[in-house]
């Protein structure tokens, strides 16, 4: 089932959360609500599950009301299930007894089942302080999930697990999810998170929803510098669009600290004259030996590519990724690959 925001706005006392958000989780997908914090994601997942009454605008299951101004079920009247950060297990019971609680019919079968799906066999008789972190967390999910709830909500549920470890749980529970068809919000500070679980993302800024869509989407059509950011690699570097002078032939000219690049790199008609933030990934720079060029402030293999770090003038770098042998003692000029960048006008 989808869930639906329309028109939603919150406020904490005189402090606006959140301003006219609008945007629909598709059925069976998982939506990642991005943002650092304060931005508004935590308490967008909270209206959903019904943690938070809604004042302005309402809140859709499968197009139906299930909450406005007025209208606030509580979380157990909602069909939803929540993953919280710290799992949130009863710690009186077993996890099995965790699992169970909330179903209709908590048969021995159906706990184990669970207990296999999220990796946890034979530990349904352990408390939760006798297991790890990571299975805590497994267990919290395997009980959200069990009662069959229309809706997941999790808020930051892999935060407190290391990084390893959080890398097979993000895998395991998209599999999970996408499995059973799961309709799922997801809140995360963390863009490498998001990418790697999201069908969907929603990036949020004070309250507001900057760009909503695919990782495709947002990698190929940011909005903004800053939903390109999210990117690893991700890069800003600040450009003026110039007309050409005499001896550089017709047209314009993106002058920056690195050198100048043709304005052809930019996708996308910007007037000449403005000032601009060009959003580049680090795959995207070439590197041209050059003994007028810049210094390599730092050369780090990453496998079978590298990272070079080059440094401009007074505080400005400018990263490459490139697999092409680098002269730590050489200079080089960053040039980049022809209709790569994205322009956005400096505010």
Not at 149 to 154: A, E, G, K, S, T
Not at 275 to 280: N, S
């Amino acid at each position: 089932m989808s869930l639906e925001f329309r028109h939603i706005a919150h406020a904490y006392g005189e402090v606006a959360a959140l301003s006219d958000v609008s945007f629909t989780a598709p059925a069976g997908e998982i939506t990642c609500l991005l943002g650092s914090s304060g931005c508004g994601k935590s308490t967008l997942l909270n209206l959903a599950a019904g943690l938070l009454p809604v004042q302005q605008g309402s809140v859709h299951v499968a197009g139906e009301i299930l909450a406005e101004p007025g209208v606030n079920p509580p979380p157990e009247a909602r069909g939803v299930g929540l993953v919280f950060q710290d799992g949130a297990l009863f710690p009186h019971m077993t996890i099995a007894a965790n699992i169970a609680f909330g179903m209709d019919r908590a048969e021995a079968q159906v706990i184990e089942s669970w207990l296999d799906q999220v990796g946890l066999s034979g530990l349904g008789a352990r408390y939760p302080h006798e297991i790890s972190g990571g299975q805590q967390q497994r267990a919290a999910l395997a009980r959200a999930m069990a009662p069959g709830p229309d809706v997941l909500l999790m808020d930051e549920p892999f935060a407190s697990v290391d990084i390893v470890l959080r890398r097979r749980l993000r895998r395991d529970c998209r599999m999970l999810l996408k499995a059973r068809g799961t309709t799922t919000i997801l809140v995360t500070h963390d863009p490498e998170e998001a990418l790697d679980i999201g069908d969907r993302i929603a990036v949020m800024d004070a309250g507001k929803i900057v760009q909503f869509g695919t990782p495709h989407d947002l990698h190929e059509n940011p909005a903004a510098a800053s939903v390109g950011a999210i990117f690893r690699g991700a890069q800003v570097v600040r450009a003026s669009r110039q007309p050409c002078s005499d001896d550089e032939g017709d047209g314009d000219i993106l002058r920056t600290v690195f050198g100048d690049w043709p304005a052809s790199c930019v996708n996308g008609a910007l007037p000449s004259g403005t000032d601009l933030d060009l959003l580049i990934y680090a795959e995207q720079v070439e590197l041209v030996a050059d003994g007028a060029g810049l210094p390599a402030r730092d050369v780090h293999p990453l496998g079978a590519t590298k990272r070079v770090l080059l440094e401009g003038p007074g505080a400005d770098e400018i990263t490459a990724i490139t697999d092409a042998p680098i002269d730590p003692a050489a200079r080089y000029r960053p040039t980049p690959r022809s209709g790569t960048a994205r322009a956005f006008l400096r505010d």
